[in-house]
């Protein structure tokens, strides 16, 4: 049932946004481990932070702007606070130091552990394209108000390729990790509702036409 609900909700707003190729949001899952390549700072580290890791759909570069944002292990007040259920290493940005994303060739989607998605959240892609906390809350059901039992694995998809993404964050701050490969079921969901969006597109050609 929760397959089906999911599914539904990616192909509704797959529809609501083809028309400004704007990005695409799907449910996802993966394993937790990408920023385990890198050391995890103390809370009193001075930045910027950068290192080299894999991401699906291959290895990363990232860096931080500035001096309050780097790798991470747990929670501390008022900092940072884990993903929920994420034991290991990740990554976070805060006002002023963002946290920057790249894995240097075009790609068009990628999977990502959103940790207590907020209004003052921000992911920007490559190509420009970008997406909110706010807009995260609207898609899963929830108020993005920083509420860590709402972190959610989240699929990215854009038709137009980009090569990586900036995280932001006018607040506390914007907590995120990466995955392995999506299983099986969540590629199912996105794969339908990318056919029902060609079927779609194929429709309003064909009218155009006659």
Partial sequence: MN?????TALVTLMFATSANAAIVLGPGNGNLWTFNDNPARPSNYVGPDSGNSYWDPGPISWNTTGANSFVVNGSVTNQYLA???DTTNYLFATPGSDAIVSWGKNINSFVIRWGSPDDYNTLTLSNGDSVTGTQIGAFFGFTANGNNANTRWVTIYDRTP????????????FEFDGTAVPEPSSWALMLSGFAALGFAGYRSRKKVAA
């Fill in 3 to 7: 397959k089906f609900i999911f599914g």
């Fill in 83 to 85: 993903p929920l259920g």
């Fill in 162 to 173: 980009f090569t990586g993404f900036t995280a932001s964050s006018t607040g506390v701050a």
